[in-house]
C-alpha cells in the first residue's frame, strides 16, 4: 500500500498544476481505497453543465487525503457535490473562492432621509453591487448592536468604487463610518460551498470554508450519522491588493444539517463571522393534503428535500398516536387526486400560511388507518436529525444556534450570538415534537444583541418556544425530556432563559451573569412574554428548577426575576 500511495503522489505530482479531479476520478476507477492529493491552491472551473465544480457520487469507504490543498472555485457556484455516498473521509481540505461571493466597505453617505446609504469598496474586494448587507461596527468588526432585519434592500453601483444600497430607513442602522458586508454572489447552481446528499456516515476532518454564495456546509437527505471533527468556517485571507481583513466568512448559515435520520456529531470545531445562522439542525413538518384510511397524501414545506422515506414514523404531536409508512410514491400535486378545494388552498397560499407547501406530494401508505383531514400536518421524528452531537465548540458569530431536534449540546462556547433557540418553526399549531434534549455546560456570553422582533417567540438568549397562533404560546406540550445543566450566561439583552411547551423539564445549576443590566428589546411582545424576567417557564408541566444562581442582578430586571 505504501509503495501504491508513493506512486499516486508522483503520477499526482506531474499534474497538479492543471486539476486533481480527473485523477482523483482515475484513481477511483482504479478500486483504490485511499486516495492523497498532494498540495497545493488549485483553481477550479465547471466541468461541462453540471452544478457544482467536483462531484463525488456514489462513493462508499473512500478516504481522500487533501491536506494543505485548496480549491478556489472560480465561479460562484456549490464547490463539492457528495450524492449518495457511504463512508466517505474528507481530509485537511480548503474550499474558497476567486472572485469572492461578497465584498465589503464603510458607510461613507446617507440621504437625509434615511432611504439610502451608500459603501464605499474596500481595495481589493469585489466591485460589484451585491444587496444582502449586514452593518458592521467598525470597532468591533462584528455586526453592529441591534441592527435591524434589512430585507428587500436595492443594490446599484453609482462610481467607480461606491454601492448604493436602498431601503426605507436604512440611514437609521446605518450610519457614515460604520463598515458594511454585502453578499449572495451566485451565479449558477445551487450557492452552498460543500453539499453533502443522500448520505450516511460521512467524516469531516480539518475541513475549512472560508467563503461561500450560500451556506458553509449543507448535510440534506440521507441516514445520516456523519461526524464533523476540528472544521472550521472562518474568514479566509485579504485578498490580493486588500488592506482589509475580510469581514464575512458563509454569505448564509455556516453549517446546517436537515431531514437526516440521525444526527451528525460535530466537535472541536470552529465557526466565526457567518452571514447567518452558525449551525442548526432542521427538520419540517408535512401537511396533510388527503386521506383516506391507510392511504395519505403529504405536502412538505421544504421542496428541496426528498422528505419522509419508506419506514418512517409520522406522528401529529409527541403524545399522540403514531404510525409506520409502508410504501411510498412521489408526484405532483395534480396527480394526487386532490379534492379541488384543496387544490385551491394550495395554490393560492402565500408564504408562512398554513397551506403553503411543496408542489409535490408523497402518497404513502399507512400500516393502520389514520384520523386525518386535508389542512393537519404530522411530523417524522426519523427525518429531524435526533441523537445529534454538538460538542466543545466556539462560535464568534452573529446569528443562532437554531436546534429542532433531540441531541446533546455541551462544553461550546457561543461569543455575541444572536441567540440559542429550541423552536419547530412551523405554521402557528402545526405539528412538532421534539424530545430528549440535553444542554449542558455551554458559555453564552453577550446574547440578545440582534434587532427588537415583537412578532418573535425567540425573545431569550436560551429560547425555548412554540406557538399556536400570531399572539400565543401553545398550551400543549411540543417538547418531552430537556434537560438544562450547568450552563453560564454572561450579560447580553433581554431575558436568559425563556421556555415554554415543555413536558419535563429539568432547570439545575446553571449560573445567569449580569443579567438585564442594559434595556431589554420588546422581542416576543406580541406573545405576552416579558422583557424584565432572567427566567420565565410558562405553560410546563414536570418542571424542576433547582440551584440555579442569578449574579449581579441589572436595574432592567423586575422584583422577581424568575418565574416558572
Same mark, same amino acid.
Given at each position: ?10 503520477? +499526482? ?12 476520478? *482515475? @484513481? ?16 477550479? *472551473? ?10 463525488? /457520487? ?22 463539492? /457535490? ?34 439610502? $446609504? ?14 444582502? $448587507? ?21 443594490? *446599484?453601483?453609482?462610481?467607480e468604487d461606491v454601492v448604493r444600497i436602498s431601503l426605507p430607513g436604512i440611514g437609521k442602522a446605518a450610519k457614515p463610518g460604520d463598515l458594511a458586508s454585502l453578499s449572495t454572489g451566485q451565479e449558477a447552481g445551487a450557492p452552498h460551498a460543500i453539499s453533502i446528499d443522500q448520505c450516511e456516515q460521512m467524516h469531516f476532518e480539518n475541513v475549512t470554508v472560508h467563503s461561500a454564495p450560500g451556506m458553509g456546509i449543507l448535510e440534506a437527505d440521507g441516514e445520516g450519522g456523519s461526524t464533523f471533527r476540528h472544521c ?7 485578498? /490580493? ?13 455556516? +453549517? ?17 463571522? @457567518? ?11 408535512? #401537511?396533510? &393534503? ?17 422528505? &419522509? ?12 398516536? *403514531? ?6 410514491? &412521489?408526484?405532483?400535486?395534480?396527480? @394526487?387526486? #386532490? ?18 407547501? /411543496? ?62 433557540? $429550541? ?15 440535553? #444542554? ?9 444583541? +440582534? ?5 418573535s417567540t425567540q425573545a431569550g438568549i436560551i429560547s425555548f418556544t412554540s406557538s399556536s397562533s400570531s399572539s400565543s404560546l401553545r398550551d400543549t406540550p411540543v417538547s418531552k425530556n430537556v434537560l438544562i445543566e450547568n450552563n453560564i450566561l454572561e450579560g447580553g439583552m433581554g431575558p436568559h432563559l425563556i421556555v415554554s411547551s415543555v413536558q419535563g423539564l429539568t432547570v439545575r445549576g446553571n449560573r445567569f451573569v449580569k443579567p438585564l443590566q442594559e434595556a431589554p428589546p420588546e422581542t416576543g411582545a406580541s406573545f405576552? $412574554? ?25 436595574? +432592567? ?8
Amino acid at each position: 500500500m505504501l509503495r501504491f500511495i508513493v506512486c499516486v503522489l508522483l503520477a +499526482f505530482s506531474s499534474l497538479r498544476a492543471d486539476d486533481f479531479r480527473s485523477l482523483v476520478g *482515475e @484513481a477511483l476507477r482504479r478500486g483504490e481505497k485511499r486516495i492523497v492529493i498532494p498540495p497545493g491552491n488549485y483553481q477550479l *472551473e465547471p466541468l461541462g453543465s453540471g452544478g457544482e465544480l467536483w462531484l463525488l /457520487s456514489g462513493l462508499k469507504d473512500i478516504e481522500i487525503v487533501a491536506e494543505g490543498v485548496t480549491l478556489t472555485g472560480t465561479k460562484l457556484m456549490r464547490a463539492i /457535490s457528495l450524492h449518495r455516498c457511504s463512508g466517505v473521509t474528507l481530509r485537511g481540505l480548503t474550499v474558497d473562492y476567486d472572485p469572492l461571493p461578497f465584498t465589503q466597505g464603510e458607510v461613507v453617505a446617507a440621504t437625509e432621509d434615511g432611504g439610502s $446609504i451608500d459603501i464605499k469598496i474596500h481595495a481589493g474586494y469585489p466591485r460589484k453591487p451585491y444587496s444582502r $448587507i449586514d452593518v458592521v461596527d467598525a470597532k468591533t468588526r462584528f455586526r453592529k448592536k441591534g441592527m435591524p432585519f434589512l430585507w428587500g434592500t436595492k443594490a *446599484e453601483m453609482v462610481g467607480e468604487d461606491v454601492v448604493r444600497i436602498s431601503l426605507p430607513g436604512i440611514g437609521k442602522a446605518a450610519k457614515p463610518g460604520d463598515l458594511a458586508s454585502l453578499s449572495t454572489g451566485q451565479e449558477a447552481g445551487a450557492p452552498h460551498a460543500i453539499s453533502i446528499d443522500q448520505c450516511e456516515q460521512m467524516h469531516f476532518e480539518n475541513v475549512t470554508v472560508h467563503s461561500a454564495p450560500g451556506m458553509g456546509i449543507l448535510e440534506a437527505d440521507g441516514e445520516g450519522g456523519s461526524t464533523f471533527r476540528h472544521c472550521r468556517i472562518v474568514p479566509g485571507p485579504k485578498p /490580493s491588493g486588500a488592506t482589509e481583513e475580510r469581514l464575512l466568512s458563509s454569505s448564509w448559515d455556516a +453549517f446546517q444539517s436537515k431531514t437526516i435520520r440521525k444526527g451528525p456529531l460535530i466537535e472541536d470545531c470552529e465557526i466565526t463571522h @457567518a452571514g447567518d445562522d452558525s449551525w442548526s439542525v432542521q427538520s419540517s413538518d408535512f #401537511l396533510v &393534503v388527503k386521506c383516506e384510511g391507510t392511504h395519505l397524501a403529504l405536502s412538505s414545506r421544504d421542496e428541496f428535500t426528498s422528505g &419522509v422515506q419508506t419506514g418512517d414514523r409520522l406522528r401529529a404531536n409527541v403524545e399522540g398516536p *403514531e404510525w409506520k409508512i409502508v410504501t411510498r410514491q &412521489v408526484m405532483r400535486r395534480e396527480k @394526487a387526486d #386532490l379534492a379541488p378545494d384543496v387544490l385551491t388552498k394550495l395554490e393560492a397560499a402565500k408564504t408562512w400560511d398554513a397551506w403553503k407547501a /411543496s408542489p409535490q406530494c408523497i402518497v404513502v401508505t399507512l400500516d393502520h388507518p389514520a384520523e386525518l383531514k386535508p389542512g393537519d400536518s404530522v411530523y417524522s421524528p426519523d427525518r429531524m436529525g435526533n441523537g445529534f452531537i454538538f460538542r466543545r465548540n466556539h462560535m464568534h458569530s452573529p446569528g443562532r444556534v437554531l436546534i429542532k431536534a433531540g441531541g446533546l449540546m455541551e462544553d461550546n462556547v457561543l461569543d455575541t450570538p444572536h441567540a440559542l433557540v $429550541i423552536c419547530p418553526e412551523v405554521p402557528s399549531g402545526a405539528a412538532a415534537g421534539i424530545e430528549d434534549l440535553v #444542554l449542558r455546560r455551554n458559555v453564552i456570553k453577550n446574547g440578545g444583541w +440582534f434587532c427588537p422582533a415583537p412578532w418573535s417567540t425567540q425573545a431569550g438568549i436560551i429560547s425555548f418556544t412554540s406557538s399556536s397562533s400570531s399572539s400565543s404560546l401553545r398550551d400543549t406540550p411540543v417538547s418531552k425530556n430537556v434537560l438544562i445543566e450547568n450552563n453560564i450566561l454572561e450579560g447580553g439583552m433581554g431575558p436568559h432563559l425563556i421556555v415554554s411547551s415543555v413536558q419535563g423539564l429539568t432547570v439545575r445549576g446553571n449560573r445567569f451573569v449580569k443579567p438585564l443590566q442594559e434595556a431589554p428589546p420588546e422581542t416576543g411582545a406580541s406573545f405576552g $412574554i416579558p422583557r424584565d424576567k432572567v427566567v420565565w417557564i410558562t405553560r410546563s408541566s414536570g418542571v424542576t428548577y433547582e440551584k440555579n444562581k442569578i449574579e449581579e442582578l441589572g436595574p +432592567f430586571a423586575a422584583k422577581e426575576p424568575v418565574t416558572k
